[in-house]
């Protein structure tokens, strides 16, 4: 598999084992409120280090009733790769791969769905943790949409990541553009990361962007990527040691969830 595709594949890993342990089923649940507004965010991004360079077309969809819905993009503008949903209706977050048509589920536990938070005109920025040096650089306008700027700075393994970000209080704070340089202890860059909008629809969806086929095979994270991989031919990166712990630990939840909601 190309080593783009190989970034890909990896990333959505830390989207499948956020909160997990919070989820059950609740059944016959529905939104209590309709007053999210509704869009659709097309951007590009680029990724680069000192060997590689990947670049990519992602969106990031909501409905009125909060669900979300998020993926990759074709140049055509057609879904590429796993989507990953948070279908507030069904109280339930889902991954899914059209490509090998499975599906891997977590539950939520709580039986009434969040309202919309109150509008804030920075975005959070005031529960921002202070080790991470949040500082707010204004306003800007992106494809007429108002954004506020907030960086942050954060200390990880010896490297310092610094990181602006673009987010639109008209679009329940949903970021518009993400700049982000990774530095070592003497400042030099290894790695720059960009996202920004290309599109924003407002408006209703596409439906097939949040749609799960009832044809799909449910599958734990392991049996899911592992199908992936060898979809794409990646055989070698099914003995990758720290891949392998990962999905042990992303298993382990997703049984745990799923014994709590009484699903086999």
């Known amino acids: 598999m190309r080593r783009a595709t190989r970034i890909i594949v990896f990333g959505s890993l830390c989207v499948v084992s956020a909160v997990v342990t919070h989820l059950v089923r609740v059944r016959g649940v529905r939104a209590q409120s309709q007053s999210f507004p509704e869009f659709t965010i097309e951007s590009n991004e680029t990724s680069s280090g000192s060997k590689s360079t990947l670049r990519r077309s992602v969106f990031q969809a909501q409905r009125a009733d909060g669900s979300i819905a998020e993926g990759d993009l074709h140049e055509d503008g057609a879904l590429a790769g796993p989507r990953h949903l948070r279908l507030l209706d069904k109280l339930i977050k889902v991954e899914v791969s059209d490509d090998i048509r499975t599906k891997t589920t977590l539950y939520y536990k709580d039986a009434s769905v969040p309202r919309r938070a109150k509008p804030d005109p920075r975005c959070g920025m005031s529960q921002l943790s202070p080790s991470v040096k949040p500082t707010y650089h204004g ?3 992106i494809l007429c949409f108002r954004t506020v700027m907030i960086q942050t700075e954060y200390h990880s393994g010896g490297e310092t990541f610094l990181n602006i970000n673009w987010q639109s209080p008209d679009l329940d704070c949903r970021s518009l553009k993400i700049v982000e340089d990774r ?3 003497s400042g030099n860059v290894l790695g720059h990361f960009e996202r920004e909008a290309v599109r924003v629809i407002l408006g209703s969806p596409a ?3 949040f749609e799960v086929s ?4 449910e599958m734990s994270p392991s049996q899911m990527r592992n199908a992936m991989l060898a979809k794409s031919g990646d055989l070698r990166s099914m003995s990758n040691r720290r891949l392998i ?5 992303q298993d382990k939840s997703y049984y745990e969830n799923h014994s709590l909601a009484g699903v086999p």
């Open 245 to 249: 712990e990962r999905l042990d630990r």
């Open 183 to 185: 530095r070592d202890a």
């Open 207 to 209: 439906p097939k962007l």
């Open 214 to 217: 009832p044809e799909y095979t």
């Open 139 to 141: 306003e800007a306008q």
